[in-house]
């Protein structure tokens, strides 16, 4: 998942060193942390979270395939 998170933000930013990616397990549940430089948070969000929602629902899909519940956090 953290592989998917970082291709798809690499895509959407200006700085991709900019880029990190924790991933927190407990059991079932996984919570998936992304910091982006300052600048680049807008682009990762989108206008109204559309672009964050997008992801989340990539995810969402992903995760549900493998039989995990996955949340996205983006960290300013």
Not at 28 to 38: C, F, Y
Not at 47 to 76: C, E, N, P, W, Y
């Amino acid at each position: 998942m953290k592989d998917l998170v970082v291709t798809i933000t690499r895509a959407l930013v200006d700085d991709p060193d900019g880029i990190e990616v924790r991933e927190i397990e407990d059991g079932n549940h996984t919570v998936i942390e992304l910091r982006v430089a300052p600048g680049d948070v807008g682009k990762v969000i989108g206008k109204d979270g559309k672009t964050a929602q997008s992801i989340r629902t990539l995810l969402a899909a992903v995760s549900q395939k493998q039989g995990r519940r996955l949340h996205l956090d983006i960290v300013d």
